[in-house]
């Protein structure tokens, strides 16, 4: 079983910051890549940002140079760092995981989600 707490959002003025993180816990032999997406009112759920195990990284284009991604290994955990925020980055805000509970066990988790709002 594999249990993770996200936190960090809230709201914020336009050219704000905001750090959000996910810990994983649980039973955890590796986590693969980790990632961040975000879902607006009315629109389909899209990706934010992915780290890989090895730390490469990728990040949607409305995001580049704004956000990064991070994360401990050591603590099972992944985070974004939001700077200079705008207002079209109001979403729910969800972190994923692909984790291998067992030798023959690999899933997908997904966070409860938390709401970033960004003021104007």
């Known amino acids: 079983q594999v249990q993770l707490v996200e936190s960090g959002g809230g709201l914020v003025q336009a050219g704000g910051s905001l750090r959000l993180s996910c810990a994983f816990s649980?039973?955890?032999?590796?986590?693969?890549?980790m990632g961040w997406y975000r879902q607006a009112p009315g629109k389909q759920r899209e990706m934010v940002a992915i780290?890989?195990?090895?730390?490469?990284?990728n990040y949607a284009d409305s995001v580049k140079g704004r956000f990064t991604i991070s994360r401990d290994n050591a603590k099972n955990t992944v985070y974004l760092q939001m700077n200079s925020l705008k207002p079209e980055d109001t979403a729910v805000y969800y972190c994923?995981?692909?984790?291998?509970?067992?030798?023959?066990?690999?899933?997908?988790?997904w966070g409860q989600g938390t709401q970033v709002t960004v003021s104007s």
């Open positions: 994923n995981a692909n984790i291998v509970s067992s030798i023959v066990l690999r899933d997908a988790y």
């Open positions: 649980g039973k955890i032999i590796r986590i693969d890549d």
């Open positions: 780290i890989i195990s090895g730390g490469g990284t």
